[in-house]
């Protein structure tokens, strides 16, 4: 059992900057690839959408298209913690901001959020034009 836990999230203006964090419990954090997950205001939860993956070695990083350039996905074992640097913000990226755990050995495919075996609660980004 991993729990999650993200923290950082605010109200900020279009253009700034902002990161969020996600700390896991357990001693298995480096077992676990980690990504980022956002939904929208008035999405389902179906409709979360892939933002940013890292491997459990954080050896590999990936991004959805649209945050590319801006977002930065990192990680730190030691402290079992994944973070999100956000960066040139638009009013387009405000929505609930959700990490995930998928098991390192078992995932296809870190885009996908069905390769997730664990969330956390989510943290509000909102940006205001």
């Known amino acids: 059992q991993v729990r999650l836990a993200e923290s950082g999230g605010g109200l900020v203006q279009a253009g700034s900057s902002l990161s969020v964090s996600c700390e896991a419990s357990?001693?298995?954090?480096?077992?676990?690839?980690m990504g980022w997950f956002r939904q929208a205001p008035g999405k389902e939860r179906k409709d979360r959408d892939f933002?940013?993956?890292?491997?459990?070695?954080?050896?590999?990083?990936f991004y959805a298209e649209s945050v590319k350039g801006r977002f930065t996905i990192s990680r730190d074992n030691a402290k079992n913690t994944v973070y999100l640097q956000m960066s040139t913000l638009g009013p387009e990226d405000t929505a609930v901001y959700y990490c995930?755990?998928?098991?390192?050995?078992?995932?296809?495919?870190?885009?996908?959020?069905?390769?997730?075996?664990?969330w956390g609660q989510g943290t509000q980004v909102t940006v205001s034009s």
């Open positions: 357990g001693r298995t954090f480096d077992y676990y690839a």
């Open positions: 995930g755990a998928a098991l390192q050995s078992l995932y296809r495919d870190l885009t996908r959020r069905r390769d997730y075996m664990y």
């Open positions: 933002v940013a993956a890292i491997t459990s070695n954080g050896s590999s990083t």
